[in-house]
């Protein structure tokens, strides 16, 4: 027969009494455990009328330990960090499993989770933690194993693992042009263009698209601006106006139909986007394998 249960203690009297009996006080185990002091007190006596015993001799404000007390306080103690390790080991154990992958917003929703199940299906044993993040990596505190920014954000001290091409043109919505395409860059200047804002900005922008084609954007042009590039997109896609795309975010998008390329001029960026390991961290196989499926997907679509 199991007398397990009915030899052990109130547990939950267990932690207010470990840590009354390690710092000899209610009152700093009550601000330790961030509960009340009466609490503490109205828990170690009822441990003490399950016991038969006294764990305290109480004295004015101050308590100290009574010998039965001195000694359940070393068993239990003993007791409550063997459980610690172990649930400590077991976190471990599926931490080791787990890679945060820091993504920024845009290419978190529209490239990486498209296709994120096939590194699912390639690695099932390596849980993937998406963490995004519309600021640059210098910014983000938190822990991540791989970053995935756009080149030109500041990356601090986080080593560089490798890099990967994009191009960006102008999209908008099918429903949008009632000219016939393809539009002639000239001719985008009657039309209304959607810009992304970002600080510092990082993306290529109208004004700069334009320039590599000998073009200006006109000061008076009409425009929407937005904070988000997904947001821009989806202004893209209700038909706001036009938007510059690039293609490994609106790529589903226009292959859905749900965008168009109005123009055939293109610029190609050789590095436009690069992947980052958290700096000062061994190489992990779980990490190491999350890096060559990126590369390898980015790559292949590049």
Known sequence: MNTLGKNLPPLASLLPFEAAARLESFSKAADELHITQAAVSRQIRGLEDNLGVKLFYRRNRAVFLTQEGRELGQVVSHALHSISDGAAGLRASTDHRRVVLLCQLCEAFYWLMPRLSTFHQQYPHIEIQVVTSTRPLTEFNDHFDVALQSTRRASGAHPLMFTASDEVFPVCSPAYLSAVQPLALSALRTHTFLHHSAAPPHLMEWGEWLQVFGQVLAVDARSATFDSYPLMLQAAVEGHGIA????????????????????????????????????????????????????AQLQGDG
């Open 244 to 295: 510059m795309g690039w293609r490994r975010t609106a790529s589903r998008l226009i292959e859905s139909g749900a965008l168009v390329r109005p123009c055939a001029e293109t610029v190609h960026l050789p590095e436009a986007i690069s992947v980052y390991r958290q700096q000062g961290t061994g190489p992990r196989s779980e990490v190491v394998a999350l890096l060559a499926w990126l590369e």
